[in-house]
């Protein structure tokens, strides 16, 4: 009878068989063995600090092979938002490759204090790994902080491994966030040589690429080059004067104008490229000597290569956004860009690539320029404030120190002491609530755990919401009016808050399977990494809450 029914089985199916291998159903074929077509290689490109109207304040200025590239060429996403707040470097970073938000990456600012303990983290620290490539302690980093996966990490996972996965920037969470978990390498810059450098959570020694690339001292060769204007410097549309009272100086010199001359300024102190446009240009040397090196995009699965170019931050937090040296920096960056691009042609192939260019968040315009254009604005003063509070918590609750700072602009209380001293919590939140709302420049203060009911814009409740990571957050949010943010210097700007010059960031595609065109309806920073999951073929980071952005994708 088993006999019988073997055969009766086999009969069945023996025409299925047949009929599949029959020529004449190719389809059938195409289905059982080809695997989806990707790109050779995918290259995410972060530019920190970029507010999205960098793409268009400068452009008759751009070049056509950089930013104006992209645009001719690709698809630009015109109303993209960052969907949470704190706006910071770790956590836009983090947004982008995760297609998240801190709630769930646990990635609540570049540091964040654990609310258990009161402890101060940062973002990508971790003392169990060591330094490769400096005797410095700057590579004692890792992602091992990030909750989530990463786009890149679900690649990864795609393909068995076999997809190389690199991450680069000066500054360590820039390079090692996008980079996720299972990445290749991670690379950053060490001050103290001037080396790029890794941990030994990716390997126990640089490559000999690396160390051949850091061998040629070319931090030393950019600051001796000096730091003027790439055109007359009446040719630039900065409203400000080049001497003026918001920008910040480098340190020696007597006025914040050019040239700067870091070949004498610096004194050999190598952390200066930073706050120079040629701290970009060395981050897309290095990119293009990995992308040789390693040979990306040229094996038989699709490779990642994840670039942060973080001197435009740094520039921007000393000059601000009205600055000849901000726009000097970008119309720099443009021309890097173009010579980037054609590497990639070059060693991939033009129409065999995918990138991205987005940014982590945004930058204020100065609050001393604001006001001097009757803007309202100014800077918050949040260390005299947290003095202030704790002041009046100690005469009311008889304990110093139950607030242990205001970072990311909340309130991290002392919940070791309280619960030690078995104080009222709920007590002492109400009462810090009534303080600070009667604070200049605080539009408003909330309980995070009443934040669903509570009596601001649902557009703001969902940013503070989706920035509050129970174990990593305070337990009450700062919301400060328009044009206020927290500082300590008159000069420069800086970032953090949920207005839109901090959350309205680029996003453009271009290459293989990107078609050329605009968006203007509402996308977020949390539909990059599930845009870029639908185009390979391949699932999405596992704390994603964005969706695919169907308009850019060739179907």
């Not at 040397?285 to 990995?290: G, I, N, V």
């Not at 030690?420 to 002492?428: D, M």
């Amino acid at each position: 009878m088993k006999f019988i029914q073997t055969f009766f089985l086999a009969a069945i199916i023996f025409p299925i068989v047949v009929s599949a291998q029959n020529p004449k159903t190719p389809l059938l074929i195409n289905q059982l063995t080809s695997s989806p077509a990707r790109p050779k290689l995918v290259v995410g490109i972060v530019v920190d600090q970029m507010r999205w109207d960098y793409l268009y304040r400068y452009a008759n200025r751009y070049g056509a092979g950089g930013f104006n590239r992209l645009l001719n060429e690709g698809f630009t996403c015109e109303n993209t938002q960052i969907p949470y707040i704190p706006t910071v470097t770790a956590a836009g970073h983090t947004g982008i490759y995760t297609g998240s938000v801190p709630s769930i990456t646990g990635i609540a600012g570049n540091d964040f204090t654990i609310q258990a303990t009161g402890e101060s983290l940062y973002c990508t620290e971790d003392h169990s790994v060591k330094t490769v490539g400096s005797t410095s302690t700057a590579g004692e980093m890792s992602p091992r902080n990030l909750l989530s996966s990463t786009i890149t990490d679900e690649l990864k996972l795609a393909t068995n491994f076999r997809s190389k996965v690199i991450g680069i920037a000066l500054k360590d969470r820039g390079g090692i966030l996008p980079a996720g978990h299972t990445a290749n390498a991670a690379y950053w810059y060490d001050d103290a040589t001037g080396n790029w450098i890794t941990s030994t959570f990716y390997m126990n020694q640089l490559p000999n690429w690396v160390n051949s690339f850091n061998s040629q001292r070319l931090p030393e060769k950019y600051i001796k080059q000096d730091w003027n204007t790439l055109y007359p410097i009446n040719t630039y549309v900065q409203s400000t004067p080049d001497d003026n009272a918001y920008e910040g100086k480098m340190k020696g010199e007597t006025a914040p104008i050019f040239p700067h001359l870091t070949s004498k300024l610096l004194n050999g102190n190598l952390s200066a490229i930073r706050a120079t446009p040629f701290g970009n240009s060395l981050t897309l040397d290095f990119a293009k000597d990995a992308l040789k090196s390693e040979k990306l995009g040229k094996g038989d699965q699709t490779d990642f290569l994840a670039i942060s170019l973080s001197s435009t931050d740094y520039v921007g937090h000393q000059y601000g956004v009205n600055a000849i040296e901000t726009e000097d920096t970008y119309l720099r960056l443009d021309r890097d860009l173009e010579s980037f691009f054609n590497t990639l042609d070059a060693a991939v192939g033009k129409g065999n690539y995918t990138v991205f260019l987005s940014a982590d968040h945004g930058a204020a315009h100065n609050p001393g320029f604001l006001k001097d254009h009757n803007i309202p604005a100014d800077l918050w003063q949040g260390s005299g404030i947290l003095k202030n509070l704790n002041t009046e918590l100690e005469k009311k609750f008889s304990h110093p120190n139950l607030v242990i700072n205001l970072g990311n602009y909340q309130v991290n209380f002392n919940n070791q002491l309280i619960e030690k001293q078995k104080l009222n919590e709920q007590n002492i939140i109400d009462f810090s609530i009534s303080y600070l709302k009667k604070q200049e420049g605080v539009a408003y203060v909330v309980d995070m755990e009443k934040a669903p009911i509570a009596a601001i814009p649902d557009f703001l409740k969902t940013k503070i919401i989706n920035g509050y990571n129970a174990q990593r957050s305070g337990a009450i949010q700062i919301i400060l009016q328009p044009g206020w943010f927290q500082g300590y210097s008159s000069t420069g700007t800086t970032h953090g808050t949920w207005n839109p010059y901090d959350t309205h960031i680029p996003l453009v595609f271009m290459g293989w399977g990107i078609k050329h065109g605009s968006l203007n309806r509402p996308t977020s920073m949390a539909d990059i990494a599930p845009t870029l999951a639908a185009l390979l073929h391949i699932q999405e980071p596992n704390g994603n809450i964005g969706e695919p952005i169907e308009e850019v994708l060739k179907k």
